[in-house]
Structures are given as C-alpha cells and as structure tokens.
C-alpha cells in the first residue's frame, strides 16, 4: 500500500526549533515530488513548497519563502519541514502530498491523490 | 499568484438533493488544471476531480467536475449521508499552486 506516515503532535514554545517528517511507503520516494501544505485552524488549504528527493530541488511559495526550511533524505524515503524560530502563528495542521503524476512525466506543478495524516503544531507561551 | 474563489461558503441541503459548487480564478488556468478535494473532519484531505474532469481513482462517480478558464464547478448528482464535508478546489497550472477557501456542504 501507497502512504505518507507523518510525525507525531509536536507543542512549542515560541523562537523554539521543530523539524517534522514524512515517510513514504509502497513506492520509491524518487519517482515523486513531496509537497507541504498548512491548515490553519478552522481555515482552508495553504501550498508551501514542493521538493524532488532525487536531487533535493525545492521550490517554495513565496508566501513561505525563508520562513521554513524543506529538505529531503532520499535514503530513508523521508522528506522532512523545518523551523529555526517558531512563531504563535505557525499553529496548525501540516500535511505532505504526493503528486498524481511521476516526476519522469510532469514538474512540480499537479494534483495530490496520497496525503500523509497530518501533523499538529502548536506554539504557545 | 492566481486567487480561488469559492461558493458559496456554506451550502445547505438534504441527503438525495443534488450540490453544485463554485471555484473561480482571477486568471485562467493553464490547461484545466483544476482539482477538488474533500475534507471531513479530522482526516486529511482526498482528491476527488483533477484535470476539471477526470474522477480520480476511487471517487464515486455521483461526484463530477467542469468548467475551464476561469469557471469550475464540482456536481454532486445525489448527496448521500457521508458526502456531507469540505470541499476545495486547488489550480496547479502555474506556479505556486494555490487553492480555495473551501465551501462546506451541511445537512440542512
């Protein structure tokens, strides 16, 4: 079976660093691109970037653009999101996506039909 | 970036009515690359439409996707108990994809 485990609830306190993961299974984590995507409480959908572990080429949506860090181990069929100094406003539901198509077929740029489970962030004083 | 616009925000009906819902971008978007997605609860979202039209694996095919340009619309022909949910639609024809706001359909 295709799936994208995530991290586990993580609660911080503000300027605190996190680094969260999603391990993919079923599939080889090359053929992909991973996308993160952040849920706000009660809010909609949010794209912050996408990355090809075959070569760690990363694109960010400028909204997100040096406020987080994607990276990706190839190895271990990880991609990974990553904060230096959390904020109370980066509270909420983060999730990873695989695209529908390969990556041999298509960029960056596609639907996701294989989400991960979701990973809760909570920075609080 | 291009701008989704959902609606309605809420949308109210009784199981075996039929829904149609909105999604409306401030540019065309590339090739039709539109999708939808539901969301309940607690659980992460799951593709339903993407290229405007195409079911993807799994979907009910109660749910259909159409439009192009800047007009899409997700039918849901007869909604039935679990079909009540989120919905959002997402462009992926330029760069960043950017999705919508959301409109929740609930049992009236």
């Known amino acids: 079976e295709v799936q994208l485990v995530q991290s586990g609830a993580e609660m911080k306190k503000p300027g605190e660093s996190l680094k969260i993961s999603c391990k993919g299974s079923g599939y080889t984590l090359t053929d992909y691109w991973i996308a993160w995507v952040r849920q706000m409480p009660g809010k909609g959908l949010e794209y912050m970037g996408i990355?090809?572990?075959?070569?760690?080429?990363?694109r960010y949506s400028p909204s997100f653009q040096g406020q987080v860090t994607i990276s990706a181990d190839r190895y271990i069929n990880t991609a990974y999101l990553q904060w230096s100094s959390l904020r109370a406003s980066d509270t909420a539901m983060y999730y990873c996506?695989?695209?529908?198509?390969?990556?041999?077929?298509?960029?960056?740029?596609?639907?996701?039909?294989?989400w991960g489970q979701g990973t809760m962030v909570t920075v609080s004083a | 970036e291009i701008v989704l616009t959902q609606s309605p925000g809420t949308l109210s009906l009784s199981p075996g009515e039929r829904a149609t819902l909105s999604c409306r971008a401030s540019q065309s978007v590339s090739s039709s690359y539109l999708a939808w997605y539901q969301q309940k609860p607690g659980q992460a979202p799951r593709l339903l439409i993407y290229?405007?039209?195409t079911r993807a694996t799994g979907s009910p095919d109660r749910f259909s996707g159409s439009g192009s340009g800047t007009d899409f619309t997700l039918t849901i022909s007869r909604l039935e108990p679990e079909d009540f949910a989120v919905y959002h639609c997402?462009?992926?024809?330029?760069?960043?994809?950017?999705f919508g706001q959301g409109t929740k359909v609930e049992v009236k």
């Open positions: 996506a695989r695209p529908v198509v390969p990556a041999a077929i298509r960029g960056p740029n596609d639907a996701y039909d294989i």
């Open positions: 997402q462009q992926y024809g330029s760069s960043p994809p950017t």
């Open positions: 990355i090809y572990p075959g070569d760690s080429d990363t």
């Open positions: 290229g405007a039209s």
